[in-house]
């Protein structure tokens, strides 16, 4: 298991932005995909978006557009950009790292119509 350090959760405005990162503690990100998720309580977690070793991207319908999930090594750090958000983007969420299948502990955002 891998420690996982996610940050930059909040309050915001329907149309808003945010930007969540996740960091691991003693272990490189570097080799390895990893991936936002979020829940909704009384419902399943969800993929948000994944980043391959390689950087290759890939989103849920529901966020195509709108968010952005990228990765620097150098800063051994994973970010997903939420832009234009809305409503049901409202949910915990929390990064996942796919070597060892670890989850962060959560950031929670909260949308203001």
């Known amino acids: 298991q891998v420690q996982l350090v996610e940050s930059g959760g909040g309050l915001v405005q329907a149309g808003g932005s945010l930007t969540l990162s996740c960091s691991p503690s003693g272990y490189t990100f570097r080799f390895v995909s990893a991936a936002w998720y979020r829940q909704v309580v009384g419902q399943e977690r969800e993929l948000v978006a994944e980043i391959s070793a390689a950087g290759i991207p890939n989103y849920a319908n529901s966020v195509k557009g709108r968010f952005t999930i990228s990765r620097d090594n150098a800063k051994n750090t994973v970010y997903l950009q939420m832009s234009d958000l809305k409503s049901e983007d409202t949910a915990v969420y929390y990064c996942?790292?796919?070597?060892?299948?670890?989850w962060g502990q959560g950031t929670r955002v909260t949308v203001s119509s």
């Open positions: 996942y790292e796919g070597y060892f299948g670890s």
